[in-house]
């Protein structure tokens, strides 16, 4: 099957590093994607990786390692309307229908402290 | 800029009532989809579409039809609303162009509530 895990929440101090780890397991890998998404708010892209390494972008920094199965989000220089959750999204194809699917984690949920 | 409209961000309806979510994008995207978002739960897929008049079931399309007859809408419909589908509902649109393939710009949801 088809599994996303991340933590449910963080807390990190304002000016801080955060980390927000994402595990998976799927076949049919064809990409990760972080997304952010603010209380009562529609997500919105952060990132995308296909390859392994590190795709850095202002702030915001992105990891992937396909044969681990890992990707991690990271946040520096934390400011507070930074606190947010932020959902791994991996696109694969789906054995059933041949076709490619995104499939969504549940979401961490960061909260940024002063 | 991609933009992504919902026709409502709140609604209110009772049970068996039939429910219309419209969605409209503005940037000639062939793909759209609908999810609900549920807390604990993460973003679930119901139904997609890659061209007009083409749908295609998500993960949880039971409760739920898709009507798809311009590339720019995709409606959502819910034939007798049930307060198991209170919840919040994403549209999504992406090209099929460049390696932004398949990220998805999402409207800013609408949330039901079913009494």
């Known amino acids: 099957g088809q599994n996303i895990d991340q933590p449910t929440e963080m807390t990190a101090t304002e000016g801080a590093i955060v980390q927000i780890n994402c595990t998976y397991q799927?076949?049919?890998?064809?990409?990760l994607f972080w997304y952010q998404q603010h209380a009562g708010e529609a997500p919105t892209f952060l990132s995308y990786?296909?390859?392994?390494g590190l795709e850095e972008k202002g702030r915001f920094s992105s990891f992937l390692s396909r044969s681990k199965g890992y990707s991690y989000l990271l946040l520096k220089e934390l400011q507070m309307k930074d606190s947010a959750s932020y959902l791994c999204?991996?696109?694969?194809?789906?054995?059933?229908?041949?076709?490619?699917?995104?499939?969504f984690g549940a979401g961490t949920r960061l909260f940024v402290k002063a | 800029d991609v933009k992504v409209t919902q026709s409502s961000r709140y609604l209110v309806k009772r049970t068996g009532e039939k429910v219309f979510l419209e969605c409209v994008q503005d940037?000639?995207?062939?793909?759209m989809f609908w999810y609900r978002q549920d807390p604990g739960l993460g973003l679930r897929l119901i139904y997609f579409?890659?061209?007009?008049?083409?749908?295609e079931k998500g993960d949880i399309p039971e409760g739920y039809s898709v009507s798809r007859e311009k590339k720019e809408r995709f409606s959502l419909i819910l034939e007798s609303a049930s307060t198991n589908q209170t919840s919040m509902y994403l549209c999504?649109?992406?090209?099929?162009?460049?390696?932004?393939?398949?990220?998805?710009?999402f409207g800013p949801g609408t949330r039901l509530l079913v009494l």
């Open positions: 999204a991996v696109r694969a194809l789906s054995v059933h229908t041949g076709d490619f699917k995104t499939i």
């Open positions: 940037m000639d995207h062939e793909n």
């Open positions: 999504a649109s992406t090209d099929n162009r460049g390696r932004s393939q398949e990220t998805q710009y």
């Open positions: 990786n296909v390859l392994d």
């Open positions: 579409s890659y061209d007009v008049k083409m749908k």
């Open positions: 799927t076949s049919g890998f064809n990409g």
